[in-house]
């Protein structure tokens, strides 16, 4: 391989681990606060990019519209979600919630099949970020590196909330002492509802970018869940910056898997989060939600 093609490959692997950060870092706020395993989280990156392909395809907006206006509709979703069917299980048992979010995603997979029919579906995506940039050794899809800025425009964002913002000292807080932050005046309860609906903000958002660089179909939530637990499992449950760095790990083992030992690039996730279960059960970053 020249240097150029690793670049690129390597480019590209950052790239979908950053993509990553956007879905598994909202599933692992919720797991780090609220001690919910969101089996619905994967529905709502397939409902973004379900409602984003619905914007752009509707000749009522574009894509531009669909990446402001599907968070927006997906934090409203979550807000109800959270109120009606998962408030009421806080201090029940945790297989609670996990099998009324499992329940929330088969429904929503049957709703959007229903719908938008079984056949997969792509969003365009506007002429400016469409083509190709040269970055000098190679060229590069314009489309993905505009997905690597999103991206981490985001991250550095989720950053500054957890460890500068009040709002990330309470919510820290809020996951280590509920009491205490109650004591002091502070709604639990409300910061629990926020930090869900914007993990499934980050979600549709995610998800009307993933429809604008593959294909969507109704199956797509599962295989988002999946992966986004791998992250997590690997990175630490509860821990943002492990989130981060298993996305990135993730993101360049696919790449470079499917590169080097296509029959195998699936597996190899799987394979890594097991090793990292025996040797370190926590993960990597286990224990914090920054």
Same mark, same amino acid.
């Given at each position: 391989?020249?240097?150029?093609? %690793?670049?690129?490959?390597?480019? %590209?692997? =950052?790239?979908?681990?950053?993509?990553?950060?956007?879905?598994?870092?909202?599933?692992?706020?919720?797991?780090?606060?609220?001690?919910?395993?969101?089996?619905?989280?994967?529905?709502?990156?397939?409902?973004?990019?379900?409602?984003?392909?619905?914007?752009?395809?509707?000749?009522?907006? #574009?894509?531009?519209?669909? @990446?402001?206006?599907?968070?927006?509709?997906?934090?409203?979703?979550?807000?109800? =979600?959270?109120?009606?069917?998962?408030?009421?299980?806080?201090?029940?048992?945790?297989? #609670?919630?996990?099998?009324?979010?499992?329940?929330?995603?088969?429904?929503?997979?049957?709703?959007?099949?229903?719908?938008?029919?079984?056949?997969?579906?792509?969003?365009?995506?506007? +002429?400016?970020?469409?083509?190709?940039?040269?970055?000098?050794?190679?060229?590069?899809?314009?489309?993905?590196?505009?997905?690597?800025?999103?991206?981490?425009?985001?991250?550095?964002?989720?950053?500054?909330?957890?460890?500068?913002?009040?709002?990330? &000292?309470?919510?820290?807080?809020?996951?280590?002492?509920?009491?205490?932050?109650?004591?002091?005046?502070?709604?639990?309860?409300?910061?629990?509802?926020?930090?869900?609906?914007?993990?499934?903000?980050?979600?549709?958002?995610?998800?009307? %970018?993933?429809? !604008?660089?593959? +294909?969507?179909?109704? !199956?797509?939530?599962?295989?988002?869940?999946?992966?986004?637990?791998?992250?997590?499992?690997?990175?630490?449950? !509860?821990?943002?910056?492990? +989130?981060?760095?298993?996305?990135? =790990? &993730?993101?360049? @083992?696919?790449?470079?898997?499917?590169?080097?030992?296509?029959?195998?690039?699936?597996?190899?996730?799987?394979?890594?989060?097991? &090793?990292?279960?025996?040797?370190?059960?926590?993960?990597?970053?286990? !224990?914090?939600?920054?």
């Amino acid at each position: 391989m020249s240097f150029a093609s %690793l670049l690129e490959t390597t480019l %590209l692997g =950052v790239q979908t681990g950053m993509t990553l950060i956007l879905i598994a870092s909202g599933l692992t706020l919720v797991f780090g606060l609220m001690d919910v395993a969101n089996l619905a989280h994967g529905s709502f990156v397939m409902l973004g990019a379900y409602f984003g392909f619905a914007i752009v395809t509707s000749g009522l907006g #574009n894509f531009w519209l669909a @990446l402001v206006a599907v968070p927006i509709a997906l934090g409203a979703i979550a807000f109800g =979600v959270e109120r009606l069917t998962i408030r009421p299980l806080y201090e029940e048992d945790p297989l #609670n919630t996990l099998l009324v979010t499992l329940g929330l995603a088969i429904i929503v997979q049957e709703a959007v099949s229903l719908v938008w029919g079984s056949h997969p579906k792509s969003i365009d995506v506007p +002429a400016v970020i469409s083509g190709s940039t040269d970055l000098g050794l190679f060229t590069y899809p314009t489309f993905r590196l505009f997905l690597l800025v999103c991206s981490l425009l985001i991250v550095l964002g989720i950053w500054y909330v957890l460890s500068r913002s009040d709002f990330g &000292i309470i919510m820290r807080a809020s996951e280590h002492d509920p009491e205490m932050v109650e004591a002091l005046g502070r709604d639990v309860w409300s910061i629990y509802t926020i930090v869900f609906v914007v993990g499934a903000m980050l979600a549709g958002f995610g998800g009307v %970018l993933l429809g !604008g660089s593959r +294909a969507i179909d109704p !199956g797509m939530g599962l295989a988002i869940i999946i992966q986004a637990f791998a992250i997590i499992v690997i990175g630490g449950l !509860g821990s943002f910056r492990g +989130a981060v760095i298993g996305s990135l =790990v &993730i993101g360049l @083992l696919t790449v470079f898997g499917a590169l080097y030992f296509p029959s195998f690039a699936e597996m190899m996730t799987f394979v890594l989060m097991g &090793i990292v279960l025996i040797v370190k059960p926590s993960g990597l970053f286990g !224990g914090t939600a920054a």
